[in-house]
């Protein structure tokens, strides 16, 4: 198994440790004194791993199908798993994650369509900065710097919420500029 591999294997192994340093963290009623700068360390560490299999991977043509399959379901599984945890914990709504994660499961499904035509899509822009805006806004939710600044919580409260929306509504601009952008691909399966 290669080192690219082994990046993304870490990943989805960091996911349990970091949700119980998440969920246990003394803020939240549990019993993980500072869970919370665990937690992010842990994701962290997670991200840093995303964007180093991959460069890894084309650099030194260290390409696998086993990579191609699990490097994406990795990161859906941290960001999704991290948006979940903070449904349990009252900081998203619900229905934004609902969406959030369909987005996931479109584009993935397309994605498996478009490869099945023998077709491989890149990742668009839009796509790209509702990626690096989710990490910006999970960073900023694991830190919770409103129970840490209780005088300004309510600013800092009002800034997470406002990163929330923003990635709801890159969410939906980058999946109708993926489908917009790769129509095609459905239409070729259709004839």
């Not at 803020?27 to 460069?55: C, E, H, Q, R």
């Not at 077709?119 to 509702?130: F, N, P, R, Y």
């Amino acid at each position: 198994m290669n080192l690219p591999n082994k990046l993304t294997i870490l990943r989805t192994v960091l996911i349990p440790f970091f949700l119980v340093a998440l969920l246990c963290d003394v803020n939240y009623g549990g019993f993980i004194p500072y869970g919370n700068w665990i937690a992010l360390a842990i994701f962290a560490v997670a991200s840093i791993t995303d964007m180093l299999d991959g460069k890894i991977a084309r650099k030194y043509n260290l390409v696998t199908n086993f990579g191609k399959f699990m490097d994406p379901l990795a990161d859906k599984l941290l960001v999704s798993s991290a948006m979940i945890a903070f449904i349990e914990l009252g900081r998203i709504p619900c229905w934004i994650v609902i969406l959030i994660i369909a987005r996931e499961f479109i584009i993935s499904g397309f994605r498996l369509v478009a490869a099945d035509n023998g077709v491989v899509i890149a990742a668009g822009i839009w796509g790209k900065i509702k990626t690096a805006e989710q990490m910006v806004m999970l960073c900023i939710l694991i830190a919770d710097f409103g129970s840490v600044f209780e005088a300004a919580a309510d600013g800092i409260h009002l800034f997470e919420n406002v990163l929330i929306y923003l990635a709801l509504i890159l969410t939906i601009v980058s999946l109708i500029d993926y489908l917009v952008h790769n129509k095609g691909v459905l239409a070729e399966n259709d004839k």
